[in-house]
């Protein structure tokens, strides 16, 4: 775009906006450019409404001049680009529109803007008393609810599957006009925090993992914090294809609500503590034949699982027989964490911390007190240092863009039956391995009949050629994944053409994007 | 349209169906046009595709002479409109569609064609010897399952929304090309049966209530069959508001998973034989003293309810006691019928039928059998006989179409809240019987949050006048309940306005209607 329509658009910007909430130096912005892998697009500006009224403005600026703009609710979506646009653009932080809008403790549900983070939304229902629970992800207490919700994001609770759990969108469409969802049309409708589908077409699909519109307030639902709550987890050294087996009944005939995470041993390893570089012989990746080493000596298994148990407390007695019967003898250990060792737990997890670090045994407990956080909604910190995995650096504030950590996220979606995640499994693992970096995955039970197997290349950008080397992998994952049936769920800024196939369908969004957004002006190549 | 193009038109879909399959005599075109109210659109012809590259041919066809056309599954769209169109064209039948192309006991789905009818569904399942249920409208076992599922329709079991509960969408769009919505773009995907996602924007909610887009292929989620299944019935003569505010915590915690509903008294009355003439002195409406003493004689309550409780014997067990503590003082009798109680009821019913029928006492019970199946997912034909109330006929075989029944369903949703249902029942009560209707009202608890009140007018189109009191009485509730904040889930084809709200939402419903169908030939007037 030339220089004089941009200059002209960031002068009507700062006058609407205010010259303090529209960065143009090039520190700023070269730092808003940088995600936790390599990406090429430019970030030309930032703006930061704080207002609904304040984004149509900015959308009609945007069109007039005909400037891309890219908008982002807090912008850590880290492993998938942080706030890095896919092409050159304009990006719009909506991180100042954090009101949290209405509260509705009998029917469960909060209307909140994009800026609202899990914490602040945490801190909200526990300031007022709420018996209700929010679900976390845990990426960062600091993520956007809205922006997690908008790249289908998942958690741990009953409520994981996030877009399944909201509704009554309201969205700034690229011509500045502003459209509510479901029955929010209706102006005197009490209904519209309610339903997801309203009257006439449903829109919401519409709008997430797009660049249709902007979200500026969104509808999420919460859960009554059950009168019971208990943990499990259970370790096992064989096979993954029976656990699948045994909870996939479970999952189908709602006993387990919540969503089951189960991570391999790379992934429990890399979560408890920094690339264990003396046992590797400071070579990267670290073998198999290594991992089995430190399987044995740190006890860690080939897979570790945790999922909630919600309900009265009958349901969850019910509950853990089930599991109980469900598992036996396709696990190694099956243990249940009741509130009584729950509260424990949380009382020597510093005292533990501090020792696990200088002793480096038995990992895999580390990982228990934050996922009790994750699996009661509680936003939880504990995750992100996984991405200084093979950083040589330590740091109390934790920033992975900056502190350049290479991270890049693949998320097969496979059927939730024993031979599929095996194949996806072996997949990832040979690839990973073959192309220098050591497959951590978990698979998330994430709906009644599919898994989400969120496989991680965690590297150090600053070994030269890495970035290359992971993004050659990761591409080749997809590559393969897809072609044996298991697109990803997600896809990160600098890979968008994944989610291309089929012509009608490339008919269909490029019919929709020209309807919508003549000039092409918001997120151009975001999902498309 | 003129007659010329139309008659090209023909020519054509003739060429490409057989003569057989179009349909142009008068008789039959003007049985199509009748709904179970006064409508005034004309059916030009009817076609009968039998596949999907049939139906794209259609569309081109169509598209090529400017001829609207008007699909639908089964017709059985009874009190919304059943086959008609909202304004003049051509139908489309799908009913010789009815293929059922996938099924997996496993991951419990079923992607079948439009034409595949509940009675089909649940016939393949049952000679399969299927452990799975599926979940059933009590319109007819002769409904399509899809056509229920893209009017928003629902059930009874834990699988009753049937929006919720449904995916991977084949479309044919009104240029002809096909689509698959979610993961099916990808040709090698594994996922499409089991995302209601995919990656990218999500299209599914766009073509339900819609005219974007003809489905000809869905997949329909299945549960399995519960270990343990018991219904509760229950009896009030109290207020509605505390047992609404007693039911949503369950619904809420997961307690309840199927969706209850609630009958008022003129809908038990209703549903369980002819108006009582004698008592009523040969007039209409059955005035609210009548209806007392009715109540008195009949033992009807003012309210009665049913649901289901599913899964293992532990957790029936439990819901049973929760549910029984929860109602405690609010209603009159609550009662659990389990398996053997259930049996029973079955065996007697054609005995108790009959027997009521002559006695007119507890007439309330009748309706406990049909329940019964409804809440197993077991397709019924026992509540469409209640669209004869005022018919001074007997019949055995039912078409409320042909026999002139009249029948207007208004369905106003409404928060689940003592305060909001009670609102929406005194409203409809007043405006119905003022009108001379009586309110036969039955109030579903749809999703954890919300309840949809589907108010029936029920009369008989032979009587003078009817047709336009009825009418009236159906737009008056449409005005009001809309005004205090309760819109409709979904609308007939003579009041498709009524969806017509927000000066933005009638902008891009225009951009995505110009963009997808710029001659407008794909069933103009519905839902716009």
Chains 1, 2 share one sequence.
């Not at 008919?507 to 994007?513: D, E, G, L, Y």
Request: proline residues 6%; hydrophobic residues 40%.
């Amino acid at each position: 775009m030339p220089n004089l329509e941009l200059g002209e658009a960031l002068r009507e910007w700062a006058s609407l906006l205010g010259d303090e909430h529209v960065s143009c130096d090039a520190a700023t912005l070269a730092s808003a450019g940088t995600a936790t892998f390599a990406s090429s697009s430019r970030v030309l500006a930032i703006l930061r409404p704080e207002s609904r009224d304040h984004v149509q403005q900015v959308v009609r600026i945007a069109n007039r001049h005909r400037i891309p703009i890219y908008p982002f609710s807090t912008g850590k979506n880290w492993g998938y680009g942080s706030r890095v646009p896919p092409r050159d653009g304009v990006l719009v932080d909506l991180g100042r529109m954090n009101r949290i809008v209405a509260f509705d403790e009998q029917l469960a549900y909060v209307t909140i803007e994009p800026g609202v983070t899990q914490r602040q939304l945490y801190a909200y229902l526990q300031e007022r008393g709420s018996k209700l629970w929010m679900d976390a992800t845990g990426a960062s207490p600091d993520c956007s609810v809205i922006g997690n919700t908008l790249e289908r994001g998942f958690g741990h609770t009953p409520m994981g599957d996030h877009c399944a759990n909201a509704c009554g969108y309201e969205v700034v469409l690229p011509n500045g006009e502003c459209l509510e969802t479901g029955f929010g049309r209706f102006p005197e409708a009490r209904t519209t925090a309610l339903s997801r589908w309203g009257v006439g077409p449903s829109f919401d699909g519409l709008f997430s993992q797009s660049n249709l519109g902007i979200i500026t307030r969104m509808t999420v639902w919460l859960m009554p914090a059950p009168e019971a709550f208990e943990v499990f987890v259970f370790q096992s050294d064989g096979p993954i294809a029976p656990i699948i087996e045994a909870l996939r009944p479970l999952r189908l005939d709602g006993t387990l609500r919540g969503v089951t995470h189960i991570g391999n041993d790379y992934k429990v390893l890399s979560g408890a503590g920094p690339y264990p570089w003396a046992a590797a012989g400071g070579k990267t990746p670290l073998d198999e034949a290594t991992m089995a080493r430190l399987r044995r000596e740190l006890r860690i298994t080939k897979w570790s699982a945790s999922g909630g148990l919600y309900g009265t407390r009958g349901q969850v007695r019910e509950a853990r027989s089930l599991l109980r019967r469900a598992l036996a003898g396709k696990v190694d250990r099956l243990q249940f964490v009741g509130p009584r060792k729950l509260a424990l737990l949380r009382r020597i997890e510093p005292a533990y911390r501090a020792m696990t670090k200088r002793t480096d045994l038995q990992r895999a407990l580390i990982f228990i007190p934050p996922l009790l956080d994750l699996l009661q909604g509680r936003p939880t910190e504990s995750f992100l240092g996984s991405s200084y995995w093979r950083k040589k650096m330590t740091t109390n504030t934790l920033n992975p863009d900056v502190d350049r950590c290479g991270l890049l996220w693949c998320s097969p979606v496979a059927p939730m039956r024993g031979e599929d995640v095996t194949a996806v499994m072996d997949l990832a693992r040979e690839i990973s391995l073959r192309h220098g970096f050591e497959p951590q995955i978990s698979i998330s039970l994430i709906n009644e009949r599919m898994t989400i197997s969120t496989v991680a290349l965690t590297y150090d950008r600053d070994v030269a050629g890495e970035d290359d080397r992971a993004m050659a992998c990761y591409q080749e994952l997809m590559r393969r994944l897809t072609e044996q049936g298991y697109p990803s769920y997600r896809l990160n800024v600098a890979s968008m053409h994944y989610g291309n196939a089929g012509a009608e369908y490339k008919n269909v969004i490029r019919a929709m994007k020209a309807a919508l957004d003549p000039k092409g002006i918001l997120a151009p190549g975001r999902y498309e």
